[in-house]
């Protein structure tokens, strides 16, 4: 007789995917409600909703898994956990954002090519200054380096999130009395 329990079958990567997949659509509701509304994300709200979203997601996964498991979750596992979170979700949200700019919204990398453009003539950069500057960020507003770059960003991002988050959530299995 042989039984499987959910605390049995809990591991950082099951409770890591679960979440990550659960960020990766919130990811995806939060990109498309600021971009149909014609806001952007890399500033105020849209930028800090985006960390409160991930310290909310990464403190939720250490606490389903503590709860559904056998209580304990030691620093490590948090991390784990983590990393899981931050791979699945960055890679939803990233091919979905590349299939969103290269077949539904092809001006998107211009709209945020003018923004930078402003940004500078804001900050009083010369001419030649942004020019320089945009040869360099041109390299970088391709769908394909947007795919790489959000993954690889997202999963160190969400990384840092949860060794925040890890230390106020873990709760290491007590050492044995001798």
Request: proline content about 2%; glycine content about 12%.
């Amino acid at each position: 007789m042989t039984e499987t329990t959910e605390t049995q079958d809990l591991t950082t990567r099951s409770t890591g995917i679960r979440y990550g997949v659960i960020y990766g659509v919130i990811g995806i509701v939060y990109f498309l409600i600021f971009n149909l509304a014609d806001l952007d994300m890399s500033k105020g709200i849209g930028k800090y909703g985006t960390w409160l979203i991930g310290f909310v997601i990464v403190f939720l996964a250490h606490k389903y898994f503590k709860e559904n498991g056998n209580g304990f979750m030691s620093y490590g596992q948090g991390v784990g956990i983590s990393f899981w979170i931050g791979l699945i979700c960055s890679v939803l949200s990233s091919v979905f954002t590349f299939i969103y700019i290269k077949f539904v919204d092809s001006g998107f990398i211009t709209k945020m090519r003018e923004t930078a453009i402003a940004d500078m003539e804001a900050k009083g950069q010369s001419e030649e200054q942004i020019e320089m500057a945009m040869k360099f960020v041109d390299m970088f507003m391709s769908p394909g380096a947007m795919l790489a770059f959000g993954i690889i960003f997202g999963i160190i991002g969400t990384i840092i999130v949860g060794l925040l988050v890890s230390i106020v959530t873990q709760k290491p299995r007590p050492e044995p009395a001798i």
